[in-house]
């Protein structure tokens, strides 16, 4: 079992992305989200992806504040 702190380059390996910092950058460039879209509803993530982030929201995990990072940059137009 990995007890490491989440970031967001470890959130990015979890969900099977390039967690590199240039592809972080990328990608939160190619996926702005508007402010109606719920981040686990997006359409560019697999349903494994947005259960994760569904279910990591819900339980409150340690995950749950780097995904609210990941929203943030996604809104960030």
């Given at each position: 079992m990995?007890?490491?702190q989440?970031t967001?380059s470890r959130?990015?390996?979890?969900l099977?992305?390039?967690n590199?910092?240039v592809?972080?950058q990328?990608?939160a460039?190619?996926?702005q989200?508007?402010?109606t879209?719920?981040?686990a509803?997006a359409?560019f993530?697999n349903d494994?992806?947005?259960?994760?982030?569904?279910?990591q929201?819900w339980?409150?995990?340690?995950?749950?504040e780097?995904?609210?990072?990941?929203?943030?940059m996604?809104?960030?137009?």
């Amino acid at each position: 079992m990995d007890y490491s702190q989440p970031t967001i380059s470890r959130l990015f390996s979890q969900l099977g992305l390039d967690n590199d910092e240039v592809s972080i950058q990328r990608f939160a460039r190619q996926h702005q989200l508007d402010n109606t879209t719920l981040l686990a509803d997006a359409k560019f993530w697999n349903d494994s992806q947005a259960d994760f982030i569904r279910e990591q929201i819900w339980q409150d995990s340690d995950w749950a504040e780097v995904i609210d990072q990941l929203d943030n940059m996604l809104r960030q137009g």
